[in-house]
Every structure is written in C-alpha cells, then in structure tokens.
Nanobody, 122 residues
Framework: QVQLVESGGGLVQAGGSLRVSCVAS???????MAWFRQAPGAEREFVAA????????YYADSVKGRFTISRDNAKYTMYLQMNSLKPEDTAVYYC????????????????WGRGTQVTVSS
C-alpha cells in the first residue's frame, strides 16, 4: 500500500514559479509516478509522469518546456517544478503512483494523493 501526500501549492502571479512535492510511503521506489490536475468544472488531465528510475519522463503538450518532473528515491519524494505559470494552470494538482511502467492515463494509476491547490493570478 502506498500513501501519497502533496504539498507546496499556493497563489502565484502569472509568469512566476512554484514547486509542488509529493512524499510517498510504502515502498514507492518500485512505482512509476505522475502528476495530474483538475480545474473547476473540468476533467482531470495528465500533466507529467516519471519512471521508477527517473530516467524517462513524459509531459503534456500544454506544460512542455515550462514544467519539470523529477524524483528523489532516497527521499521517497517526487517534484513538479512549474515555471512561467499561466492562469490556465490553476487547478488542484494530484500525485499518483502505479506499480508498473510509466503511463499517462489516469485510470491506470492505483494510488492517489488528496491534491494541492495551485492558483495563478493574472
């Protein structure tokens, strides 16, 4: 069983930066992990994913070049560095994990955190 806890969300102005973190417990180093987000009135969408080793990453086109996903397996922590933030990045950001290869579909992830709110003002 894996437990995931996100932190680091907040309010930032457009063009600013923010880093959100996800601390995992329960042998998370065997799990691929990902970030998803959900804006009010919208469906949850894929943001970024990272393989168990950290060597393979995937990004949604909307965040490519602005966001960077990483993980520190020694600290059981995954990060999402968000730069050049836009108002349309406003959402609840969720951390997810799966005991398999990295994927981008949310329905393939088994474990989820409760989310952290990111708000970007214009």
């Amino acid at each position: 069983q894996v437990q995931l806890v996100e932190s680091g969300g907040g309010l930032v102005q457009a063009g600013g930066s923010l880093r959100v973190s996800c601390v995992a417990s329960g042998r998370p180093n065997n799990y691929a992990m990902a970030w998803f987000r959900q804006a009010p009135g919208a469906e949850r969408e894929f943001v970024a994913a990272i393989s168990r080793s950290g060597r393979t990453t995937y990004y949604a086109d909307s965040v490519k070049g602005r966001f960077t996903i990483s993980r520190d397996n020694a600290k059981y922590t995954m990060y999402l560095q968000m730069n050049s933030l836009k108002p349309e990045d406003t959402a609840v950001y969720y951390c997810a994990a799966r005991n398999s290869i990295v994927a981008t579909m949310d329905n393939t992830y088994d474990y989820w955190g409760r989310g952290t709110q990111v708000t970007v003002s214009s």
